[in-house]
């Protein structure tokens, strides 16, 4: 798992939801872990997407469930 | 009161362009501070706007609120907020001081989420759908700052945002008393709030020759009742207080600051954005206050009035408080210090009419020196006189022609 998404990743998470990035962590679930709601979620996606160079659709985003499945998705689509 | 129910006010919250909460704000106004300042924005020059002047914040709520919950509301939403928490803690209350189901929000606003909404058609614009912010509709809808304090106090006997221009916040607190006397509610968390400072309001009132143009004098541009007024600054803010069913609050021992009497609501009928110049609707709920709040139209020693430095607003509103009360009350402007804050304006005076009660002081017109000869009522002007009041009515009306009137009586 790249540590560089994962590093990048959690500053989105810390500036959209205010979640230290230090918690951000791979098996964090990002509902159930770290109380990101639905429109959260959209804007880190797009934050992500700006920051990574990468697509996620919809339908794509609603399979991330945890920080380690959005590092894993980013990483081999970018 | 046939029902036996009585209304009172336990807590107060403001933040306003004289001060961050309820004391410096009070204290301010006393002091004959206003909070007229230029307009730095730089809409203001690039679209030539004829107005540069406005009533702005003191204390940004930005400073007030942790960063990641202001980014996720408007400020209209923001200034909702930072009052209510001010004000349910001045009542004493916390989680399990009321069961949640008896606990209602009724927070008003005139304009609502302009600043996200025109933030956000922008990035449409300039950069398309994927920078629209998700928030945007809870940002932007105009019960938004009614929801966002509901969901935090976990309000559910009833969450509601009257919009009636600038009667929004007074008419919030009408809501929260019929609430109570009808036995819905026991605690009603209620007021109003409004945060539009932007190009598209100060142009649209501009091109409504509605505000002053006194730009090399902000401080003196608002002066409700002068000859020399020509037109209200917009202003911005919140102001809250919490109401309750006396016996609930004595129950569990909250302070009192005073009674919510009676209520008057009625509308003029008569023209958009003008008021009727015989006061006939704004008349009506003067007396529908008195009368629901069994007061003698000679024990009201003061009114707080709507007055907001418009040429024919002010004269108007004397007629109809002769007509309603006659000619012994002894009246006051805010809006000559505060500005006027539409959809909280009602709220916040609401707030300064409980404390000229509480004080027995009625605060001075902030620039009036030279009183309209149309005038023929007893306006304080110069510093605040002090006055033992029985009762007070505070005055709202709205662009749509409405009409509401708040009666307040001592503890």
Same mark, same amino acid.
């Given at each position: 798992? #790249?540590?560089?998404?994962?590093?990048?990743l959690?500053?989105?998470?810390?500036?959209?939801?205010?979640v230290a990035a230090?918690?951000?962590?791979?098996?964090?679930?990002?509902?159930?872990?770290?109380d990101?709601?639905?429109? #959260?979620?959209?804007?880190?996606?797009?934050?992500?997407?700006?920051?990574?160079?990468?697509?996620?659709?919809?339908?794509?985003?609603?399979?991330? *469930?945890?920080? !380690?499945?959005?590092?894993?998705?980013?990483?081999?689509?970018? | 009161?046939?029902?036996? &129910?009585?209304?009172?006010i336990?807590?107060? !919250?403001?933040?306003?362009?004289?001060?961050?909460?309820?004391?410096?704000?009070?204290?301010?106004?006393l002091?004959?501070?206003?909070?007229?300042?230029p307009?730095?924005?730089?809409?203001?020059?690039?679209?030539?706007?004829?107005?540069?002047?406005?009533s702005q914040?003191v204390?940004?709520?930005?400073?007030?609120?942790?960063?990641?919950?202001?980014?996720?509301?408007?400020?209209?939403?923001?200034?909702? &907020?930072?009052?209510?928490?001010?004000?349910?803690?001045?009542?004493? /209350?916390?989680?399990d001081?009321?069961? *949640?189901?008896?606990?209602?929000?009724i927070?008003?606003?005139g304009i609502?989420?302009?600043?996200?909404?025109?933030?956000?058609?922008?990035?449409?614009?300039?950069?398309?759908?994927? *920078?629209?912010?998700?928030?945007?509709?809870?940002?932007?809808? %105009?019960?938004?700052?009614?929801?966002?304090?509901?969901?935090?106090?976990?309000?559910?006997?009833?969450?509601?945002? %009257?919009?009636?221009?600038?009667?929004?916040?007074?008419?919030? &607190?009408?809501?929260a008393?019929?609430?109570?006397? #009808?036995?819905?509610?026991?605690?009603?968390?209620?007021?109003?709030? =409004?945060?539009?400072?932007?190009?598209?309001?100060?142009?649209?009132?501009?091109?409504?020759?509605?505000?002053?143009?006194r730009?090399? =004098?902000?401080e003196?541009?608002?002066?409700?009742?002068?000859?020399?007024?020509?037109?209200?600054?917009?202003?911005?803010?919140?102001?809250?207080?919490?109401l309750?069913?006396?016996e609930?609050?004595?129950?569990?021992?909250?302070k009192?600051?005073g009674?919510?009497? !009676?209520?008057?609501?009625?509308?003029?009928?008569?023209h958009?954005?003008?008021?009727?110049?015989?006061?006939?609707?704004?008349?009506?709920?003067?007396?529908?206050?008195?009368?629901s709040?069994?007061?003698?139209? #000679?024990d009201?020693g /003061? $009114?707080?009035?709507?007055?907001?430095?418009?040429?024919v607003?002010?004269?108007?509103?004397?007629?109809?408080?002769?007509?309603?009360i006659?000619?012994?009350?002894?009246l006051?402007?805010?809006?000559?210090?505060?500005?006027?804050?539409?959809?909280?304006?009602?709220?916040?005076?609401?707030?300064? @009419?409980?404390?000229?009660?509480?004080?027995?002081?009625?605060?001075?017109?902030?620039?009036?020196?030279?009183?309209? %000869?149309?005038? @023929?009522?007893? $306006?304080?002007a110069?510093?605040?006189?002090? $006055?033992?009041?029985?009762?007070? $009515?505070?005055?709202?009306?709205?662009?749509?022609?409405?009409?509401?009137?708040?009666?307040?009586?001592?503890?």
């Open positions: 798992m #790249s540590d560089n998404v994962l590093s990048g959690a500053e989105i998470v810390e500036e959209v939801a205010g230090d918690d951000v962590t791979a098996e964090k679930s990002f509902v159930d872990d770290l990101i709601d639905s429109l #959260s979620m959209v804007e880190i996606a797009v934050q992500a997407e700006d920051k990574f160079g990468v697509k996620i659709p919809d339908d794509e985003l609603a399979n991330l *469930k945890t920080v !380690g499945d959005a590092v894993n998705y980013i990483t081999s689509n970018k | 009161m046939t029902s036996g &129910i009585e209304v009172v336990t807590g107060l !919250g403001a933040t306003t362009p004289l001060g961050g909460d309820v004391t410096s704000t009070w204290d301010a106004l002091a004959g501070k206003s909070g007229v300042r307009m730095t924005h730089d809409w203001v020059e690039k679209y030539d706007l004829p107005v540069k002047i406005a914040l204390v940004d709520p930005t400073e007030v609120l942790p960063r990641v919950e202001a980014r996720r509301l408007d400020r209209s939403e923001q200034v909702a &907020i930072v009052a209510s928490r001010q004000a349910w803690s001045d009542a004493g /209350h916390n989680d001081t009321v069961d *949640k189901q008896r606990l209602a929000v927070i008003g606003t609502g989420g302009a600043i996200t909404l025109l933030t956000q058609d922008d990035l449409l614009e300039t950069q398309g759908l994927r *920078k629209v912010s998700p928030l945007t509709v809870p940002m932007l809808m %105009p019960n938004g700052p009614a929801a966002h304090v509901g969901l935090e106090l976990k309000a559910q006997a009833g969450v509601h945002a %009257p919009v009636s221009a600038c009667a929004s916040g007074a008419e919030a &607190i009408a809501w008393y019929r609430m109570i006397m #009808s036995g819905e509610a026991d605690v009603v968390v209620a007021g109003g709030a =409004e945060a539009c400072i932007t190009a598209i309001p100060v142009a649209g009132f501009s091109q409504a020759r509605t505000m002053s143009t730009n090399d =004098e902000p003196k541009a608002s002066r409700p009742f002068d000859t020399a007024r020509d037109g209200f600054v917009l202003g911005e803010g919140a102001g809250v207080m919490v309750e069913r006396r609930f609050a004595e129950a569990r021992g909250a009192i600051y009674r919510l009497a !009676g209520i008057g609501t009625s509308a003029d009928g008569y958009i954005t003008a008021p009727d110049p015989e006061g006939v609707g704004q008349s009506r709920a003067i007396a529908a206050a008195l009368r709040g069994n007061i003698d139209p #000679s009201v /003061h $009114v707080n009035c709507h007055a907001t430095s418009t040429p607003g002010d004269v108007a509103e004397t007629v109809a408080i002769r007509k309603a006659g000619d012994h009350p002894v006051t402007a805010p809006k000559g210090a505060l500005g006027h804050l539409l959809g909280a304006a009602g709220a916040v005076e609401a707030i300064v @009419t409980v404390l000229s009660i509480r004080d027995g002081v009625v605060p001075q017109t902030l620039n009036l020196e030279n009183l309209d %000869p149309a005038v @023929t009522l007893d $306006v304080v110069g510093e605040p006189r002090k $006055v033992k009041l029985d009762a007070a $009515v505070n005055d709202s009306f709205g662009f749509g022609g409405h009409n509401v009137a708040l009666a307040f009586t001592p503890a």
